[in-house]
């Protein structure tokens, strides 16, 4: 085994293999109601794009900056529920069924779901933020000889990004500083990022906490020995 072959299997941590527990919350104006299950999703894609802004004076480059320019993405996932369909593309649900029409407003929301870590049971979990979906063809095909694959349905969706101009975010179910709150929550509100001081101030805020509960019960013991 070559010496780059032996360095690229030195760090299992960062192969992801799989997709599962996807989810889409809608964004009511005000923040994410609970997130809907997705069942049966075969695969997601999210990609980003960047457009390149350049200023020229005097015969030269002075300024050239990367901006966020939206962007698209592709869920597939083996048919749909009725409160799938209502919650991802905002269609009226009605008795039996779904009505499509053509002032549906599809709601801005963000997809969740993770990944695991390959040979581990740790995952990465994902939020992408300010999704819209559009709503897929209807296709059918006859069964033949008495077989019959089930239906794939493609979703498509635009993405764009929050009022602190966060596109997405993830987390790793086994990093030292993780969250334990948003690994248990993940899937019942849509997290926000927590800054590296944000933490550090509340593991102090807690160990004070803890210090001074230590310091009463101690002022309690040595009362009752008196």
């Not at 992801?16 to 919350?25: D, Q, S, T, V």
């Not at 960047?50 to 005097?58: G, S």
């Amino acid at each position: 085994m070559s010496k780059m072959a032996r360095s690229a299997g030195s760090r299992p941590d960062k192969l992801l293999c799989g997709l599962r527990n996807i989810h889409f919350a809608k964004w009511n104006g005000s923040g994410y109601e609970t997130p809907v299950r997705i069942w049966n999703a075969k695969s997601i894609e999210c990609g980003i794009n960047y457009e390149t802004e350049q200023e020229w004076a005097d015969d030269m480059l002075i300024d050239n900056a990367s901006l966020f320019a939206g962007g698209e993405g592709k869920l597939s996932v083996l048919g749909l529920s009725m409160e799938e369909f209502v919650a991802m593309f905002g269609s009226k649900k009605v008795k039996g069924g779904v009505v499509v029409s053509s002032v549906d407003q599809a709601p801005q929301g963000a997809f969740l779901f993770e990944r695991r870590r390959k040979k581990t049971k740790k995952s990465r979990l994902y939020v992408v933020y300010n999704c819209q979906c559009s709503p897929g063809s209807i296709t059918a095909e006859s069964i033949a000889e008495g077989k019959g694959q089930a239906q794939e349905d493609e979703i498509t969706f635009t993405i764009g990004e929050t009022e602190e101009n966060n596109i997405y975010y993830f987390i790793d179910t086994d990093a030292d500083d993780v969250v334990s709150d948003q690994v248990t929550n993940w899937f019942e509100t849509v997290q926000k990022p927590v800054d590296l001081e944000s933490l550090s101030l509340k593991v102090k805020e807690e160990s004070e906490v803890a210090v001074s509960e230590e310091e009463v019960e101690g002022k309690k013991e040595m009362k009752v020995k008196k």
